[in-house]
C-alpha cells in the first residue's frame, strides 16, 4: 500500500496543508496562520489523520 502524501503551500502570513490516502482522497485541508503553535498543531492533525486511517500492512505514519 502506498504512504499517504501532505503537501504544504507556504505563505508569508498563512500556510495550507493537504493529506491525502493511497486512493487520493483528501484526509485533511487546513489553512493555518504563521504561527508556531498553529504549525504544530497542523503536524499533529496530519499525523493523527494518518494513523487514522493505517491498518496492519500500511506502513508507519
Known amino acids: 500500500m502506498p ?7 507556504a505563505g508569508k502570513t498563512q500556510h495550507h ?6 486512493n487520493a482522497t483528501v484526509v485533511l485541508s487546513r489553512r ?3 504561527d508556531e503553535t498553529e504549525l504544530l498543531q497542523l503536524l499533529g492533525a496530519a499525523a493523527a ?3 487514522a ?9
Open 17 to 22: 496543508c493537504t493529506t491525502i490516502d493511497a
Open 32 to 34: 493555518v496562520p504563521n
Open 3 to 9: 504512504e499517504p502524501w501532505a503537501g504544504t503551500d
Open 49 to 51: 489523520a494518518c494513523a
Open 53 to 61: 486511517r493505517a491498518t496492519p500492512s500500511s506502513p508507519p505514519c
